[in-house]
């Protein structure tokens, strides 16, 4: 027990010594002047606290994307093409993600959705047989257009569709036409 006292005593005799406290303020010293320039090494490898405020790209053509993009140091990436919209241009900016006004860093990407050329081409369905009531419902489901260039054929079935026709010539089931295209009737006179 008494040498047990002695190693005690030892110990706080040494935790009160000089050479133990230089120890201690050159290790919280070393700390803190570790974590001051990992701060600073951060800091310039994360441009911590450059911001770029995000241009607002909707409508515009990728030459000029790419331009207003380059002197911002900004990168862009094309992920999707939605669907066509003819409120704008072929191949402008429908989407852009982050969005316009956003705050971000040097040579982040922006990933842009284009809006086609045109619309996507459907499938003329065969409607031969068919009244244009059902018919018109069927072709204005597929995103067509139903004209009112009507051409009656001498047929017994009345108002049966017997063709169709786009721009004056007579389309076949199976061909494919972009949505919103303008389709008219041919049908039976009923006679």
Known sequence: MHNFMEHIKGFF????????????????????????LLQWWLGMTTNHGQKIQVPNLDKLALADVKTR???????????????????????????????????????????LTLNPSKYRDVEIPDLNG????????????????????????KDKGKDVV????????????????PKQSTINFILGDGN
Not at 15 to 33: D, E, N, P, R, W
């Open 13 to 36: 005799g040494f935790l009160k010594s000089k050479s133990f406290l230089v120890q201690i303020g050159i290790a919280i010293l070393s700390l803190l002047l570790f974590v001051f």
């Open 69 to 111: 993009l380059e002197t911002l140091d900004l990168q862009f990436v094309v992920i999707d093409s939605a669907n066509y919209n003819p409120d704008y241009p072929k191949k402008s900016v429908i989407e852009q993600d982050p969005e316009a006004g956003d705050f971000v860093k040097e040579n982040r990407k922006i990933y």
């Open 130 to 153: 068919k009244t244009k009531r059902l018919a018109t419902s069927i072709l204005l489901s597929s995103g067509f257009l139903v004209g009112d260039e009507i051409t009656y054929v």
């Open 162 to 177: 017997r063709g169709l026709k786009h721009n004056g010539e007579d389309l076949q089931p199976g061909t494919k036409l």
